[in-house]
């Protein structure tokens, strides 16, 4: 059964870093892209940005290159999300997910809660 | 603001038909497939419609997604109770994913 399994819930000061990540199984893990999404409270699905694990290949979406890291460790099949100094904006919802093809992604991690406030 | 626009809501009572519609450009769109994703509250996206029309295995065929030129539409037939959720059209850019800003879809 191919599963996405996301980090728990965070809590962090402005300023602090952070690394979540989406552990892959059941399937190939270095054969499937993995994709990051950002769901702000109350708002729509943002695209963040896309890793290939075979080869660590990653493209980022312009409104998060920059502002977020996306790795992979296909030794364990995770992959992370990173901030180095995180913004009360940065408050939202981050999903997974297994790339199929073009848009399509099949599989979806439960999400990862990050809260960031004084 | 969304590269792909879709209604931010839409509402049908039990057993009607209700359509979602999806309107993006010729860089996404007219020249990629187009899925279409559910999400119930308080829980992650599901893949509904992948490829233009085509159903993933568990997904009742009351649903159905259908494509013309840069626009797209998903359609429920028979409506009940639990379709009540927010639906997102989805394309590929380029080299990057986008989608619509989601449509939420009330159950009278």
């Known amino acids: 059964e191919v599963q996405l399994v996301q980090s728990g819930a965070e809590v962090k000061k402005p300023g602090e870093s952070l690394r979540i990540s989406c552990k892959g199984s059941?399937?190939?893990?270095?054969?499937?892209?993995i994709a990051w999404v950002r769901q702000m409270p109350g708002k729509g699905l943002e695209w963040m940005g896309i890793?290939?694990?075979?080869?660590?290949?990653?493209r980022y979406s312009p409104s998060f290159q920059g502002q977020v890291t996306i790795s992979a460790d296909k030794s364990i099949s995770t992959a992370f999300l990173q901030w180095s100094s995180l913004k009360a904006s940065d408050t939202a919802m981050y999903y997974c997910?297994?790339?199929?093809?073009?848009?399509?992604?099949?599989?979806w991690g439960q999400g990862t809660l990050v809260t960031v406030s004084s | 603001q969304s590269v792909l626009t879709q209604p931010p809501s839409a509402s049908g009572t039990p057993g009607q038909r209700v359509t979602i519609s999806c309107s993006g450009s010729?860089?996404?769109?007219?020249?990629?497939?187009v899925n279409w994703y559910q999400q119930l509250p308080g829980t992650a996206p599901k893949l509904l419609i992948y490829s233009n029309d085509q159903r993933p295995s568990g997904v009742p065929d009351r649903f159905s997604g259908s494509k013309s030129g840069t626009s797209a539409s998903l359609a429920i037939s028979g409506l009940q109770s639990e379709d009540e959720a927010d639906y997102y059209c989805a394309a590929w850019d380029d080299y990057l994913g986008v989608f619509g800003g989601g449509t939420k879809l009330t159950v009278l």
């Open positions: 010729s860089s996404n769109i007219g020249s990629n497939a």
């Open positions: 997910a297994r790339r199929i093809a073009a848009a399509n992604f099949d599989y």
């Open positions: 890793i290939f694990p075979g080869d660590s290949d990653t």
């Open positions: 059941g399937y190939s893990f270095t054969n499937y892209w």
